[in-house]
C-alpha cells in the first residue's frame, strides 16, 4: 500500500471507532477511487461531562457492494442472532469485545476487485448480517448435531458438533475443527460445505466453534490482533480448548485432529495452525490469509486487498509447546483467483509460511484439472525429495470469495468448484500427527 495512504486509512479507523461511519465510507471511497483527501475530519462536538451511551458497544457497519450505501450501521443488539438457524450464541460472549474495530469485513467488501458480479455466478444471495441458511438436512438415524459451550481463563466459547451414527465410544475416530466465516453460524457454515455428510460417511466428529457479536459484532475471527495470534491467548486458546474438551468428552484418536476455516475463519486456521502444531495434525485454510498477515486495522485493508507486506508474514502463534520441535505442518490451501474480498496472493503466502519450517526446498508436482460443467483449477503439490505432498494448493480459476463446491443451501458457496470439503478431509486423513500432544 503507497504510505501516503496511511493517513486516510488511520483516519478512517479513527471515524469508524467513533461510530461515524458514513463519513469512513466515503473517505475509503475517495481513496480507493485515487482522489485527493479533503483532509482529517474534526471529531464531533460533546458537551463537556457527557457520555456517549454507546461508547462500549462494537462499531460494524456493512456496505453495499454496488452502491456504497451504509447499512446497520449500530445494529441493535438482538439482531445478532436473527435467522441463524438452530443456533444461538446467547451467554457466550467472550468476558470482554476485542478493541480492534469490527469494520473490515462489511468495508472490504465495497472494494472488492472488478466487482460483486465478476466470477460469482452459483454463488449463495445472502451476504448481509443474519442471512444464514435456514433449511437444515433432517439428521441420519443415530447421528446428533449438539450444542455445547466451552468456558476458560480466555473467555467463553459456544460451538455445536457433529456425531455421526457410527460413532461408538470405544473407537477412536478423527476430529475436524470447522472455523466459519464473517456473518456465519455453525448451522449455515455446515449446510454450506457439507462437511457433516462426509462426517457420516467416514465416521468423524466435526466441531463448529461460534463467534458472537460481542467478540466481533460481525461474528469475523478476530485475525488481524496481535492478541488474537498467540498461543494460550485470546480466540487461539478458546479454539484450542473446546478442542481439547471435545477431545477429552469423546473417543478422539489425537493422531488425527485438524482445523480448517473460511476467510475470517480460514485465517484464523492458519493461526491455530502455527499456535497449536502439536494439536493439529493437518490444516486447511479456505480463501483465507496467513498468520501474522495483520496486525491492525491498516494493514488488514492492505492484506486483504493485496497481501501481507513482504514476501512471507512473519508467523507469530507463540512459543511451541514444551519439548516441541519444528515441523512443517500439512497444509491445504483453496482460493478463487477472483477473489475480490481476499486477494489471491494470501493463499501463495499460506503456503509459503508453511513450508518454511523445512530444511529445504519443497520441489511442486502442477496438475491441471475441470470439474465436470464447472470450474476449471490448478492443483500443486510440494514435497520433500521421494516423499508424499506436505503443502497441497488448488487455484480455483474464475470463483469468487466462496466454498469451493460448497452447497447453495450455505452461504458463501460456488457449487461449481472442486469439492474442496471433500479434498481437505482426503488431504487430512493423509497426514495423522506424528508426535500429537498429550492431554
Known amino acids: 500500500m503507497d504510505s501516503k495512504a496511511l493517513p ?42 457527557t457520555v456517549d451511551p454507546t461508547a462500549r458497544l462494537p462499531r460494524v457497519f456493512d456496505v453495499e457492494p454496488e452502491t456504497g450505501e451504509v447499512k446497520n450501521a449500530v445494529p441493535p443488539p438482538q439482531a445478532a442472532g436473527e435467522g441463524a438457524s438452530s443456533w444461538s450464541g446467547a451467554g457466550m460472549g467472550r468476558t470482554a469485545p476485542s478493541p480492534m474495530p469490527e469494520a473490515l469485513r462489511g468495508m472490504l467488501d465495497h472494494f472488492k476487485q472488478g466487482g460483486l458480479a465478476q466470477g460469482t455466478a452459483g454463488l449463495s444471495s445472502s451476504f448481509a448480517p443474519g442471512g444464514f441458511a435456514a433449511n437444515q438436512a433432517p439428521l441420519p438415524n443415530g447421528a446428533r448435531f449438539e450444542t455445547a459451550a466451552f468456558a476458560g481463563d480466555a473467555g467463553n466459547l459456544g460451538y455445536k ?38 462426517a457420516e460417511e467416514g465416521t468423524f466428529l466435526v466441531m463448529y466453534p461460534a463467534q458472537t457479536a460481542s467478540a466481533n459484532a460481525q461474528r469475523c475471527w478476530n ?16 479454539i484450542a480448548g473446546a478442542t481439547r474438551q471435545v477431545m477429552r468428552d469423546y473417543a478422539v484418536d489425537p493422531h488425527r485432529v485438524f482445523v480448517a476455516g473460511l476467510s475470517a475463519g480460514g485465517a484464523a486456521a492458519a493461526i491455530m495452525g ?7 495434525a493437518a490444516v486447511g485454510v479456505h480463501s483465507g490469509l496467513a498468520c501474522g498477515a495483520a496486525r491492525d486495522m491498516p494493514s488488514a485493508f492492505a492484506a486483504m486487498r493485496q497481501g501481507a507486506a513482504g514476501r512471507t508474514p512473519s508467523a507469530r502463534g507463540g512459543e511451541p509447546a514444551a519439548g516441541g520441535t519444528a515441523r512443517v505442518v500439512p497444509t491445504i490451501v483453496f482460493h478463487a483467483d477472483k477473489d475480490g474480498t481476499v486477494h489471491p496472493s494470501n493463499g501463495d503466502q499460506v503456503i509459503a509460511q508453511a513450508g518454511a519450517a523445512a530444511s529445504g526446498k519443497l520441489p511442486a508436482r502442477v496438475e491441471q484439472g475441470q470439474v465436470g460443467g464447472g470450474r476449471s483449477y490448478t492443483r500443486s503439490l510440494y514435497a520433500p525429495a521421494g516423499e ?18 460448497g452447497s447453495a443451501a450455505g452461504t458463501y458457496t460456488d457449487p461449481r468448484g472442486p469439492d474442496a470439503s471433500r479434498e481437505m478431509v482426503r488431504f487430512f486423513l493423509e497426514h495423522p500427527h506424528p508426535a500429537p500432544a498429550q492431554g
Do not use: I
Open 8 to 49: 486516510d486509512m488511520q483516519e478512517a479507523a479513527r471515524l469508524t471507532r467513533e461510530g461515524r461511519v458514513t463519513e469512513a465510507t466515503a473517505l475509503l471511497q475517495r481513496l480507493f477511487r485515487g482522489e485527493a483527501s479533503p483532509g482529517a475530519v474534526p471529531k464531533a462536538a460533546r458537551p463537556t461531562g
Open 161 to 198: 458438533l457433529y456425531v455421526p451414527s457410527g460413532y461408538r465410544a470405544g473407537q477412536s475416530v478423527p476430529l475436524v475443527v470447522m472455523l466459519h466465516g464473517c456473518t456465519q453460524s455453525p448451522d449455515d457454515f455446515a449446510a454450506g460445505t457439507r462437511m457433516n455428510t462426509l
Open 223 to 238: 485475525w488481524f490482533s496481535p492478541s488474537d495470534q498467540l498461543r494460550g491467548k485470546g480466540e487461539p486458546a478458546l
Open 274 to 280: 502455527a499456535a497449536y502444531p502439536d494439536l493439529y
Open 388 to 405: 508424499a505432498a506436505v503443502l497441497e494448493q488448488w487455484v480455483v480459476h474464475g470463483g469468487g470469495h466462496a466454498w469451493s463446491g
